[in-house]
Protein backbone atom coordinates (compact mmCIF):
# COMPACT_ATOMS: atom_id res chain seq x y z
CA UNK A 1 0.00 0.00 0.00
CA UNK A 2 2.73 2.44 0.61
CA UNK A 3 3.88 1.54 -3.38
CA UNK A 4 0.80 2.76 -4.45
CA UNK A 5 -0.03 5.58 -2.48
CA UNK A 6 3.40 7.00 -3.50
CA UNK A 7 2.92 6.08 -6.93
CA UNK A 8 -0.42 7.91 -6.64
CA UNK A 9 0.42 11.10 -5.08
CA UNK A 10 3.25 11.41 -7.53
CA UNK A 11 1.40 10.79 -10.34
CA UNK A 12 -1.00 13.43 -9.20
CA UNK A 13 1.48 16.32 -8.64
CA UNK A 14 3.33 15.80 -11.65
CA UNK A 15 0.25 15.79 -13.75
CA UNK A 16 -1.12 18.79 -12.30
CA UNK A 17 2.10 20.26 -12.22
CA UNK A 18 2.68 19.71 -16.40
CA UNK A 19 -0.81 20.91 -16.59
CA UNK A 20 0.33 24.20 -14.77
CA UNK A 21 -2.30 24.08 -12.99
CA UNK A 22 -2.60 25.74 -9.08
CA UNK A 23 -4.22 23.10 -7.44
CA UNK A 24 -6.56 20.18 -6.77
CA UNK A 25 -10.49 20.22 -6.24
CA UNK A 26 -12.18 17.36 -5.16
CA UNK A 27 -16.12 16.56 -4.15
CA UNK A 28 -16.06 14.86 -0.78
CA UNK A 29 -19.29 12.43 0.27
CA UNK A 30 -18.77 10.46 3.38
CA UNK A 31 -17.44 7.33 1.25
CA UNK A 32 -14.14 5.75 0.82
CA UNK A 33 -13.64 6.57 -2.06
CA UNK A 34 -13.40 10.17 -1.86
CA UNK A 35 -11.70 9.67 1.57
CA UNK A 36 -8.88 8.01 0.01
CA UNK A 37 -8.89 10.50 -2.49
CA UNK A 38 -8.91 13.48 -0.92
CA UNK A 39 -6.14 12.37 0.77
CA UNK A 40 -3.76 11.08 -1.73
CA UNK A 41 -4.50 14.51 -2.63
CA UNK A 42 -3.38 16.29 0.39
CA UNK A 43 -0.01 14.34 0.56
CA UNK A 44 1.03 16.09 -2.94
CA UNK A 45 1.30 19.32 -1.13
CA UNK A 46 -0.47 21.10 -3.58
CA UNK A 47 -3.35 23.32 -2.57
CA UNK A 48 -6.47 20.85 -1.98
CA UNK A 49 -9.73 21.92 -2.18
CA UNK A 50 -12.63 19.30 -0.74
CA UNK A 51 -16.12 20.60 -1.24
CA UNK A 52 -19.39 19.22 0.43
CA UNK A 53 -22.79 19.18 -1.94
CA UNK A 54 -24.76 18.24 -0.42
CA UNK A 55 -28.42 17.63 -1.75
CA UNK A 56 -31.01 16.03 0.57
CA UNK A 57 -28.35 14.17 2.19
CA UNK A 58 -28.64 11.42 4.48
CA UNK A 59 -27.04 12.64 8.10
CA UNK A 60 -25.01 9.64 8.22
CA UNK A 61 -23.28 10.61 4.81
CA UNK A 62 -23.01 14.47 5.75
CA UNK A 63 -21.73 13.88 8.96
CA UNK A 64 -18.94 11.07 8.15
CA UNK A 65 -17.52 13.90 5.34
CA UNK A 66 -17.24 16.32 7.98
CA UNK A 67 -15.04 13.97 10.23
CA UNK A 68 -13.30 12.92 7.32
CA UNK A 69 -12.11 16.71 6.23
CA UNK A 70 -11.70 18.02 10.04
CA UNK A 71 -9.17 15.02 9.84
CA UNK A 72 -7.57 16.86 6.49
CA UNK A 73 -7.37 19.75 8.06
CA UNK A 74 -5.86 18.98 11.00
CA UNK A 75 -2.94 17.00 9.18
CA UNK A 76 -2.46 18.80 5.64
CA UNK A 77 -2.52 22.93 6.07
CA UNK A 78 -2.61 22.78 2.22
CA UNK A 79 -5.93 21.54 2.30
CA UNK A 80 -8.83 23.72 2.53
CA UNK A 81 -12.68 23.43 2.39
CA UNK A 82 -15.96 24.44 1.61
CA UNK A 83 -19.74 23.73 1.55
CA UNK A 84 -22.42 24.59 -0.71
CA UNK A 85 -25.69 23.46 -0.07
CA UNK A 86 -27.07 22.52 -3.61
CA UNK A 87 -30.75 21.41 -2.21
CA UNK A 88 -32.23 25.18 -3.20
CA UNK A 89 -31.05 24.27 -6.63
CA UNK A 90 -31.97 20.87 -7.38
CA UNK A 91 -35.51 21.58 -5.53
CA UNK A 92 -36.03 24.87 -8.13
CA UNK A 93 -35.04 21.94 -11.01
CA UNK A 94 -37.69 19.78 -9.75
CA UNK A 95 -39.99 22.29 -9.56
CA UNK A 96 -39.79 23.34 -13.16
CA UNK A 97 -40.09 19.58 -15.19
CA UNK A 98 -42.82 18.83 -15.91
CA UNK A 99 -44.63 16.19 -14.06
CA UNK A 100 -44.43 12.64 -15.39
CA UNK A 101 -44.86 9.02 -14.11
CA UNK A 102 -42.26 7.46 -15.66
CA UNK A 103 -40.86 4.55 -14.27
CA UNK A 104 -36.99 6.46 -14.91
CA UNK A 105 -37.69 9.16 -12.96
CA UNK A 106 -36.67 8.58 -9.58
CA UNK A 107 -33.21 7.43 -11.69
CA UNK A 108 -32.76 10.68 -13.81
CA UNK A 109 -33.29 13.15 -11.17
CA UNK A 110 -30.62 11.13 -9.30
CA UNK A 111 -27.86 11.39 -12.44
CA UNK A 112 -29.63 14.95 -12.15
CA UNK A 113 -28.13 15.13 -9.16
CA UNK A 114 -24.63 13.77 -9.71
CA UNK A 115 -24.23 16.44 -12.53
CA UNK A 116 -25.28 19.35 -10.52
CA UNK A 117 -22.02 18.45 -8.36
CA UNK A 118 -20.43 18.03 -11.57
CA UNK A 119 -21.04 21.73 -12.66
CA UNK A 120 -19.99 23.04 -8.88
CA UNK A 121 -17.07 21.39 -9.31
CA UNK A 122 -15.76 23.13 -12.23
CA UNK A 123 -17.23 26.11 -11.12
CA UNK A 124 -14.41 26.02 -8.53
CA UNK A 125 -11.90 24.51 -10.31
CA UNK A 126 -12.34 27.31 -13.19
CA UNK A 127 -12.54 29.80 -10.11
CA UNK A 128 -9.49 28.53 -8.54
CA UNK A 129 -7.22 27.74 -11.83
CA UNK A 130 -7.95 24.23 -10.61
CA UNK A 131 -8.15 20.76 -11.95
CA UNK A 132 -11.46 18.14 -10.83
CA UNK A 133 -9.79 14.80 -9.58
CA UNK A 134 -12.06 12.00 -9.83
CA UNK A 135 -12.92 8.91 -7.53
CA UNK A 136 -14.13 6.11 -9.26
CA UNK A 137 -12.65 2.78 -9.11
CA UNK A 138 -12.05 -0.16 -11.62
CA UNK A 139 -15.11 -1.76 -10.85
CA UNK A 140 -17.17 0.83 -10.50
CA UNK A 141 -16.00 2.77 -13.51
CA UNK A 142 -14.95 -0.38 -16.08
CA UNK A 143 -16.58 -3.15 -14.50
CA UNK A 144 -20.29 -2.82 -13.69
CA UNK A 145 -20.34 1.27 -15.41
CA UNK A 146 -21.80 2.29 -11.75
CA UNK A 147 -21.73 6.27 -11.98
CA UNK A 148 -22.75 8.88 -13.84
CA UNK A 149 -22.16 10.00 -17.36
CA UNK A 150 -20.93 13.68 -16.68
CA UNK A 151 -22.01 13.57 -13.19
CA UNK A 152 -19.05 11.85 -11.49
CA UNK A 153 -17.65 10.39 -14.50
CA UNK A 154 -16.76 14.26 -15.33
CA UNK A 155 -13.46 14.98 -14.36
CA UNK A 156 -9.73 16.01 -15.40
CA UNK A 157 -8.34 12.96 -13.89
CA UNK A 158 -9.01 9.53 -11.92
CA UNK A 159 -6.31 8.53 -9.82
CA UNK A 160 -7.86 5.37 -8.08
CA UNK A 161 -9.52 3.95 -11.17
CA UNK A 162 -6.76 1.10 -11.79
CA UNK A 163 -7.70 -0.28 -8.33
CA UNK A 164 -10.92 -2.31 -7.22
CA UNK A 165 -12.68 -1.47 -4.48
CA UNK A 166 -11.26 -3.74 -1.66
CA UNK A 167 -7.89 -2.30 -2.56
CA UNK A 168 -9.17 1.18 -2.21
CA UNK A 169 -10.17 -0.12 1.48
CA UNK A 170 -6.53 -1.35 1.78
CA UNK A 171 -5.68 1.79 0.70
CA UNK A 172 -7.60 3.90 3.39
CA UNK A 173 -6.49 1.97 6.18
CA UNK A 174 -2.84 2.31 5.18
CA UNK A 175 -3.74 6.25 4.73
CA UNK A 176 -5.78 6.05 8.54
CA UNK A 177 -9.30 7.69 6.97
CA UNK A 178 -11.63 7.26 9.68
CA UNK A 179 -13.10 4.42 10.94
CA UNK A 180 -16.69 5.63 10.50
CA UNK A 181 -16.12 5.85 6.68
CA UNK A 182 -13.98 2.43 6.25
CA UNK A 183 -16.92 0.93 8.39
CA UNK A 184 -19.85 2.24 6.70
CA UNK A 185 -21.80 0.45 2.83
CA UNK A 186 -20.98 1.72 0.05
CA UNK A 187 -23.89 4.08 -1.10
CA UNK A 188 -23.45 6.65 -4.10
CA UNK A 189 -26.33 8.95 -2.12
CA UNK A 190 -28.19 10.53 -4.78
CA UNK A 191 -31.55 9.27 -3.48
CA UNK A 192 -31.50 11.10 -0.46
CA UNK A 193 -31.71 7.94 1.47
CA UNK A 194 -28.98 4.90 3.01
CA UNK A 195 -29.70 3.02 0.08
CA UNK A 196 -26.25 0.72 -0.15
CA UNK A 197 -24.34 0.33 -3.74
CA UNK A 198 -25.32 -3.21 -3.08
CA UNK A 199 -28.94 -2.39 -2.62
CA UNK A 200 -28.82 -0.91 -6.38
CA UNK A 201 -26.28 -3.73 -7.89
CA UNK A 202 -28.55 -6.30 -6.20
CA UNK A 203 -24.63 -7.79 -5.44
CA UNK A 204 -21.50 -6.85 -3.42
CA UNK A 205 -18.31 -5.31 -4.56
CA UNK A 206 -16.23 -8.17 -3.60
CA UNK A 207 -18.46 -10.71 -5.83
CA UNK A 208 -18.67 -8.34 -8.70
CA UNK A 209 -14.52 -7.83 -8.82
CA UNK A 210 -14.70 -12.31 -8.25
CA UNK A 211 -17.27 -12.00 -11.77
CA UNK A 212 -15.08 -9.08 -13.64
CA UNK A 213 -11.79 -11.33 -12.92
CA UNK A 214 -13.82 -14.91 -13.70
CA UNK A 215 -14.56 -12.73 -17.66
CA UNK A 216 -11.30 -11.84 -17.76
CA UNK A 217 -9.96 -15.39 -17.87
CA UNK A 218 -12.70 -15.78 -20.49
CA UNK A 219 -15.07 -17.75 -18.17
CA UNK A 220 -19.09 -18.19 -19.31
CA UNK A 221 -21.94 -18.06 -17.49
CA UNK A 222 -22.72 -21.95 -17.91
CA UNK A 223 -19.16 -22.06 -16.11
CA UNK A 224 -21.17 -21.37 -12.96
CA UNK A 225 -24.00 -22.51 -10.63
CA UNK A 226 -26.17 -21.45 -8.16
CA UNK A 227 -25.20 -17.82 -6.63
CA UNK A 228 -22.29 -17.28 -8.01
CA UNK A 229 -23.77 -17.70 -11.81
CA UNK A 230 -26.39 -15.43 -10.46
CA UNK A 231 -23.41 -12.82 -9.79
CA UNK A 232 -21.98 -13.50 -13.04
CA UNK A 233 -25.11 -12.90 -14.88
CA UNK A 234 -25.45 -9.58 -12.57
CA UNK A 235 -22.12 -8.68 -13.73
CA UNK A 236 -21.97 -9.40 -17.49
CA UNK A 237 -26.03 -7.69 -17.69
CA UNK A 238 -24.51 -4.44 -16.06
CA UNK A 239 -20.95 -4.08 -17.81
CA UNK A 240 -22.69 -4.71 -21.19
CA UNK A 241 -25.68 -2.17 -20.79
CA UNK A 242 -22.75 0.30 -19.32
CA UNK A 243 -20.61 0.21 -22.27
CA UNK A 244 -21.39 3.64 -23.65
CA UNK A 245 -20.23 5.05 -20.32
CA UNK A 246 -16.42 2.97 -20.69
CA UNK A 247 -15.98 4.29 -24.30
CA UNK A 248 -15.08 7.04 -26.01
CA UNK A 249 -17.86 9.29 -27.42
CA UNK A 250 -18.22 7.91 -30.61
CA UNK A 251 -17.40 10.08 -33.72
CA UNK A 252 -18.89 9.77 -37.17
CA UNK A 253 -16.00 9.45 -39.46
CA UNK A 254 -16.19 11.14 -42.65
CA UNK A 255 -15.06 9.68 -46.04
CA UNK A 256 -13.43 12.23 -47.94
Known amino acids: MENIASQIVHWIKTYAE ?39 QAESHVSRAEEHIAFLKAHYPNVSNLRTDLTPVFDQFVAQIPPTDKSTYEMALANTRARLRMTTLYYFAGLEGYIVVGTGNKIEDFGVGFF ?22 QLGKYLQIPQSILKAKPSDGLFGDD ?62
Open 18 to 56: NARVKGLVIGVSGGVDSAVVSTLCAHTGLPTLCLEMPIH
Open 148 to 169: TKYGDGGVDISPIADLMKSEVY
Open 195 to 256: RSDEDQLKASYDELEWAMLQTDQGKKAEDFGGREREVFEIYTRLNRANQHKMQPIPICKINR
